[in-house]
């Protein structure tokens, strides 16, 4: 079975389908728990951006290779 949840434009999956929509929001929603979870914990601006940047790129790797492998590939014409 082909899964054909993102495409891809330039370096950005852009979903397509429902499952890619909801990955998508899955992430976002993930991302904001994780940034108010570290601000209430944090003691500066610079503490709390420390920590988020980290988790904001495992955050988008995840959702990179999920994107990659769920890519719906354009067969070319020769």
């Known amino acids: 079975m082909k899964l054909n ?3 891809r434009k ?3 999956y852009r979903p397509i389908t429902v499952m890619g929509w909801v990955i998508l929001a899955t992430a976002a929603a993930y991302a904001i728990f994780t940034f108010i979870d ?3 914990r944090s003691h500066s601006v610079s503490d709390t951006m420390i920590n988020f940047v980290f988790n904001l790129l495992l955050i988008g790797l995840i959702y990179t290779i999920i994107a990659y492998f ?3 590939k354009v067969d070319s014409v020769d």
């Open 5 to 7: 949840w993102f495409t």
């Open 70 to 72: 769920t890519e719906g």
């Open 10 to 12: 330039g370096i950005i």
């Open 38 to 40: 570290i601000d209430s």
